[in-house]
């Protein structure tokens, strides 16, 4: 049976982002950015192992009149990605260390260029053919060796939280710079190609140059009016995008009858657009989904079709490509370690960077398209180039987390001035919506220190962190470009400041430090920060009011399960004082956990008092550990009249408690016994504590018995020193 085309075309489209979805989640599991998983996404729809496997179908859903229904759609979504890649290049990037940035990305083009160059003299006679002439040739591959993904080491860079450092700043500006330099080494290379002669390209070269100086002055006193008008308005209307829209298309086919090509036209209206943060990211916006979730995969998809690993059938071939990666890689680090030396730039930050400006990605297989449709590189060197592609882009990742490892690459957790000054107690809070989290903060304040000022000259004790992480978008995103991203860590920040400015009493304020920063996984950061920082007690609001049906989910599951350190979940019911506790007791080490920073708050408060009720079943009897024993036997006997543990014998302990609750600002309970995310349950106590509870409540879990939350406020308690229980 045969099907009609268009039909085929949406079939295509389904496999296409269905499979470039999924594989794009598994290398991003792998740490690699999404567009390696989107191209091997492609690669696999083509003869390199779709076709090899099932032949037949494989020509059944890709038959050759299709493809160039796939590769219109393609040429589509380069042109507005490409748009997308102009508008991304914010010109702050090009004032940066400008000097250092030019002479280090200038090296680093012409090493490879001309490594790409002397290999040519090889590659030409053995992969080639008599229609290109060796300029043409020579041109594309030194042109193919130099680039740099710009998008991609923007998204490295943003997820290493780098964005903000010297050594990220110098990166993006190296390979901004890059990205304009190499752009008009492969325009170069497509009017030589095109004409076949360096003086037959003049001509082309001559007309881009009036079109570029023209969209330089006459389009962007143009495109600055359209700011203006978007400040009137306050938003993006369709017939403004429908303007911006034409002119993308109009600016593409302008370069391409130039004689350059379509994605140059695209990129340079991108540039040139006013970088009005409202506008901008409103345009980015309504044009990115489209265009990387739909006409993007797409692109992979055509390129895979085109790329047939099978040619390289001998070892003799496979030594090729072996040469074209290394040439690569060993021109590109040579050639930015070297100059960023000599610029004076220390030994690691050189090297990192060398690795940084290898990322090639969707940038390079952009060029590589072009290279191929225009004839000048034939499909076994276009497969060798699309290898080096591959290879140069996963490595960039885990080589840099060897040369600059994560904890020396992000901003330090805690913000001591000096380490003699460094709290020896440390509270990490975790805040998604500082506007609503007020209470979770009061309390972290009221746990770590006493409400009472400190004499001027007593060191810093403890120390409140409150941590706001924003969740990086997807790949590409203009939300996740490093200005985007640091405007938005300016803004939560702000929102933090705000939030801390309302503690009381005002002295407390100078204990509390917020850290923001942006991450893929907020969780895995979490208890990452946690560990690294040797935070003492971890407290995160509960997102929801109460549990819903009893499970644990989301990332206050993930921290609970994996942070190692203690944890507190607190379900905030607003009642604001924090004057009485009830800490119904059951030995438990969870349990130890909540009495010992119930104590923690009584120590802290002269107004605070706590009931420690040991619950039972009838007829049985609920007493304290051995330690906790030996714990309240060190109290002062000033706090130990502010302690009341009465006993209550209940067939129900669970309703004994909620009814407690009701003469309680706070209640302290801790995980059960069986808790854990594979029963998906804080254990059936703490979650129906969780629904039923009158007071606010915090639900303590233990992750290790060595630490001891009264050690800073009661120097003379005995730590407990058995052996770690781990609970995740």
């Known amino acids: ?137 020579a041109l594309f591959l030194g042109a193919a060796m130099s680039i740099t993904a710009f998008p991609v080491l923007a998204r490295i ?35 030589v190609t095109r004409t076949n002669s360096m003086i037959g390209a003049l001509p082309t070269i001559l007309a881009a140059a009036v079109f570029i100086t023209l969209m330089l002055t006459v389009m962007r006193v143009f495109l600055q009016r359209l700011a203006r008008y978007f400040d009137r308005t306050g938003h993006l209307n369709q017939f403004m995008l429908a303007g911006i829209y034409m002119g993308v298309i109009a600016s593409a086919l302008i370069t391409e009858l130039i004689g350059i090509h379509l994605i140059f036209g695209a990129f340079l209206l991108g540039a040139v657009m006013p970088k009005h943060p409202g506008l901008t990211r409103e345009l980015a916006q309504k044009t990115e989904d489209f265009v990387l979730t739909l006409l993007l995969p797409i692109f992979f998809a055509y390129s895979g079709l085109r790329t047939q690993i099978g040619l390289l059938n001998s070892p003799v071939l496979w030594g090729l490509c072996a040469l074209v990666v290394a040439v690569a890689i060993v021109g590109k680090y040579v050639g930015t370690n070297v100059s960023a030396r000599f610029c004076g730039i220390e030994k690691r930050d050189a090297a990192a960077l060398g690795w940084m400006m290898n990322t090639r990605g969707l940038t390079e297989l952009i060029v590589l398209n072009i290279g191929l449709s225009l004839g000048v590189i034939s499909p076994l060197l276009f497969t060798m180039l699309v290898i080096m592609a591959l290879v140069t882009t996963f490595m960039t990742s885990p080589l840099l987390e060897w040369i600059y490892p994560k904890q020396q690459i992000r901003e330090t957790m805690v913000e001591p001035v000096t380490e003699e000054v460094a709290p020896n107690y440390r509270i990490l809070v975790p805040i998604a919506n500082p506007s609503t989290q007020q209470g979770l903060i009061q309390l972290a304040a009221a746990i770590a220190a006493s409400n009472q000022p400190p004499p001027a000259d007593s060191p810093i004790s403890a120390a409140v962190y409150p941590l706001s992480l924003i969740q990086l978008e997807e790949e590409y995103a203009y939300q996740s470009t490093p200005a985007s991203v640091e405007r938005l860590i300016a803004d939560r920040r702000s929102q933090v400041l705000d939030l801390i400015e309302t503690l009381e009493p005002p002295f407390i304020r100078s204990l509390v430090h917020p850290v923001v920063r942006a991450t893929r996984d907020i969780g895995q950061e979490t208890a990452n920060i946690a560990e690294r920082d040797r935070i003492d007690l971890v407290l995160m609001g509960w997102h929801r009011p109460a549990f819903s049906k009893n499970r644990l989910g989301g990332r206050v599951g993930q921290i609970l399960s994996t942070a190692r350190a203690d944890v507190a979940v607190f379900v905030d019911r607003q009642h604001g004082k924090l004057e009485k506790l009830l800490v119904p007791y059951v030995p438990n080490v969870h349990n130890d956990l909540g009495l010992e920073i119930a104590l923690r708050l009584v120590l802290n408060s002269p107004d605070c008092s706590l009931t420690i009720l040991r619950v039972a079943q009838e007829h049985q009897t609920s007493d304290l550990t051995y330690e906790l024993k030996t714990l309240m036997n060190q109290l002062p006997d000033s706090l130990l009249q502010r302690i009341h543990i009465p006993q209550v014998e209940s067939q129900n302990p669970i309703a004994a408690v909620v009814q407690a609750s009701a003469n309680a600002d706070l209640t302290i309970a801790g995980a059960s016994r069986e808790w854990g995310l594979e029963r998906q349950t804080l254990g059936f106590y703490a979650d129906q504590l969780a629904v039923q509870c009158y007071s606010s409540l915090l639900i303590t879990r233990r992750y290790s018995r060595v630490t001891s939350h009264l050690a800073s406020v009661l120097p003379s308690t005995t730590e407990i020193t058995q052996k770690p229980e781990v609970s995740a």
């Open 1 to 137: 049976m045969k099907l009609d085309a268009v039909v085929l075309v949406l079939i295509n489209i389904l496999i296409i982002i269905g499979l470039s979805r999924l594989v794009g989640l598994a290398f991003r599991r792998i740490r690699q950015p999404l567009v390696i998983g989107e191209i091997v996404a492609g690669i696999m729809l083509g003869p390199s192992l779709f076709g090899w496997l099932a032949p037949d179908a494989a020509a059944f859903l890709f038959p050759p009149e299709v493809i160039p229904y796939l590769g219109v759609l393609s040429q589509i979504g380069l042109i507005f990605f490409m748009f997308l890649i102009g508008l991304e290049l914010d010109p702050k990037y090009l004032k940066s260390r400008i000097d250092v940035a030019v002479l280090i990305s200038h090296v680093s083009i012409l090493v490879p260029f001309s490594l790409g160059t002397l290999l040519s003299l090889l590659l030409y006679p053995l992969v080639s053919n008599n229609s290109v002439s060796f300029t043409a040739f």
């Open 157 to 191: 860079i943003t997820e290493n939280n780098l964005q903000s450092t010297p050594l990220g700043t110098l990166a993006l500006t190296c390979a901004a710079v890059d990205d304009v330099t190499a752009w008009c080494l492969l325009a170069l290379a497509i009017a």
